[in-house]
């Protein structure tokens, strides 16, 4: 499974993004996908993820984004409201077989990341 992430950029606090993820390969609809993010010098943080059984969110986002699939298009979004200056990172996409996990560990395959940069 290759991973292409797309979408970030800069946006003012308070405004909004939204993420995807491009997955080649087959059985996609059989994938937990997740996103993560990570400052420089920080370690890697679960953001949501996304399996046949429902979702997931970290504390710290939920209410404010939502992760959905497009299993037809083989993509993952992340739909990002009310953002603040501490969501600023690079966003990561993430895949696994079989159910949605929170540590990145558990993850087999990683796209490139993708900077989302909020000011203040």
């Known amino acids: 499974v290759q991973l292409q992430a797309s979408g970030g950029g800069l946006v003012q606090a308070g405004g909004s993004l939204r993420l995807s993820c491009a997955a080649s390969g087959r059985s996609f609809s059989s994938y937990a996908m997740a996103w993560f993010r990570q400052d420089p010098g920080k370690e890697r943080e679960f953001v949501a993820a996304?399996?046949?059984?429902?979702?997931v969110y970290a504390d710290s986002v939920k209410g404010r984004f939502t992760i959905s699939r497009d299993n037809a298009k083989n993509t993952v979004y992340l739909q990002m409201n009310s953002l603040k200056p501490e969501d600023t990172a690079v966003y990561y996409c993430?895949?696994?077989?079989?159910?949605?996990?929170?540590?990145?560990?558990?993850?087999?395959?990683w796209g490139q990341g993708t900077q989302v940069t909020v000011s203040s």
């Open positions: 996304v399996s046949a059984s429902g979702t």
């Open positions: 993430a895949a696994r077989w079989g159910s949605k996990l929170i540590t990145p560990s558990d993850y087999t395959y």
